[in-house]
């Protein structure tokens, strides 16, 4: 089995991971490896973004002002990609995508990375693996022969059609009113009676939609099971009504992946969250923890860069290891002045 050595491994591609890689280059560190068991980095971006979503700097109105090196700016899904890529290829930082983490160990001052391919020795490893990778399903069987009419995001979507969202957090939210704004038939169903999750934007825009007949809320209602009725989805209700639906969307959360955190080692707190100090470093030196899998962030991409600048501070001060500050990525920018993110 091959093995590789690095300063830092970063297990998951997404803002926080991409963001401590880059502020580990600016800060002079060479050696840095991205681990990620998806095709590409930002895989939440490309899967469950629309093409041309816009992507705000400031996420649903929390305005984050950005502390490090990364000068990320309001764009759509396809230029945040772009920018993630340049900056990327700029740095010249290695990756190893479509490669998953089997197990992390720290044995003396070094971590042990194994994959069912290689191994990786590390000084330090941060976990920004994210929560959005295994979506929560319903505890009722759906019949196979309906499968393809279920989703867990908004691929396959398409026009006219009359569509069901469950759920009642903010991606639930958006994936209503978005395919609303698309011309289909939406209902939002909720199984309580208010809700206690969304963003104040959100809220407003459902409330809205619904007043104007774009779109149905069916709140304090839960779905008892779905049955093929001709080739659609019927769906039965605890209020014992039913409707029949061409496609039905699960926006009811994700897991953090617990068993993976325990494995390495890492303590949790009551609520299964990581624990962590103020420099989202875990209970173990120099591993550390970034992104949505321990912080509230909403998918709010400005505070998972911050989550980057201060881990890779953090661990040039713990390491004992001098590393050479570079301005690669100020003279990245001065050279490139309409490029932007």
Known sequence: MKMNYYDIVIIGGG??????????????????LI????????????????????????????SVNIEGN??????????????????????????????EVENI??????????????????????????KMGKPNKPSYKIPLSIRPLINFNLDK??????ILVVGGGNSAAEYAYELAEQNNQVTLVYRKDKFSRLNPDNESILKQYNGQEKLRLRMNTDIIGI??????????????????????????GGTSPVDFLKKCGIKLDENNKPIHDEHYRTNIHCMYIAGDIAFNTGGCIAAA????????????????????HTNKIEEFFKNNPTFKG
Not at 49 to 56: C, P, S, T
Not at 157 to 162: A, F, H, L, P, R
Not at 227 to 235: A, I, P, Q, S, T
Not at 305 to 324: E, T
């Open 305 to 324: 860069l911050n989550h980057g600048y201060h881990i890779v501070n953090s661990f040039m001060r713990k390491s004992g290891k001098i590393y050479a």
């Open 15 to 32: 803002p926080g991971g991409i963001a401590t890689a880059i502020e580990a280059a600016v800060h002079g560190i060479e050696n840095i």
């Open 105 to 130: 160990i720290k044995k003396d001052d070094l971590f042990l990375i194994t994959t069912a391919t290689q191994s990786f020795q590390a000084l330090a490893v941060v976990i920004a693996i994210g």
């Open 35 to 62: 681990i990620d068991k998806a095709n590409n980095h930002s895989n939440t971006i490309r899967k469950f973004y629309k093409d041309n979503k816009k992507v705000d700097k400031d996420w649903k109105g929390q």
């Open 227 to 252: 049955e093929n009725e001709h080739g659609r989805l019927k769906v039965s209700f605890t209020d014992d009504y039913y409707t029949i639906y061409d496609r039905a969307i699960y926006a009811i």
């Open 70 to 99: 990364i000068p990320f700016m309001d764009g759509t899904k396809e230029t945040t990609l772009d920018f993630f890529d340049k900056l990327l290829d700029e740095e010249k930082i290695d990756t190893a995508f479509n490669t």
């Open 157 to 162: 979507c398409s026009q006219g059609e009359k």
